[in-house]
């Protein structure tokens, strides 16, 4: 796997003269980094050895990286995180206002965060999303069997919806 050196810059507007500004912003350390994602305010990065790397915005501990070497995916969101585990687990943290840090069980292979919401791929191709669905972005598992429903007729010919699972 090749590694690469990350360079960041920022920039900052001034609302009172109208001007933006771009400075250099403090980088992490070292050249053996995999992967990058930008979040609203922070960002993260992968490091070849699966340990994290977060910066920028802290206000709700989303660039407070857990202290592990066992990371294959990263996502930055709004203001939350998002990581896959080397056994395919996922791993949350930041703000949890919508419960968009509320991971679901199971085996992952693709994240996404949003600025509200989480996305994932399971292992069997499946799609999961939770966290605020304002805007029809994320769904409760509840939502999720009630929109996968098919009408069908009982004996007495209602209609009635049964889950497609």
């Given amino acids: 796997m090749q590694s690469f050196t990350i360079q960041l810059y920022i920039r900052r507007h001034d609302c009172r003269l109208g001007r933006q500004h771009i400075r250099p912003v403090q980088r992490p350390a070292g050249d053996d980094f995999v992967a990058i994602s930008a979040g609203g305010l922070h960002c993260l990065a992968l490091r ?24 294959t995916m990263i996502a930055a969101g709004g203001y939350h995180s998002l990581a896959i585990r080397s056994d395919g687990t996922l791993a949350a943290w930041g703000w949890n206002k919508f419960q968009q840090c509320d991971v679901p069980f199971g085996k992952f292979i693709a994240i996404a965060a949003g600025s509200y919401h989480s996305l994932a791929i399971r292992s069997d191709g499946s799609l999961v999303a939770w966290g605020d669905n304002t805007y029809g972005s994320a769904m409760s598992l509840q939502a999720m069997i009630l929109s996968t429903s098919r009408p069908t007729t009982t004996a007495a010919g209602l209609t009635k919806k049964t889950a497609q699972l």
Wanted: proline content about 4%; hydrophobic content about 25%; charged content about 15%.
């Fill in 48 to 71: 070849a050895d699966g340990s994290l790397a977060g910066w920028g915005s802290n206000s709700y501990r989303q660039s407070d990286v857990p202290q592990s070497k066992n990371f």
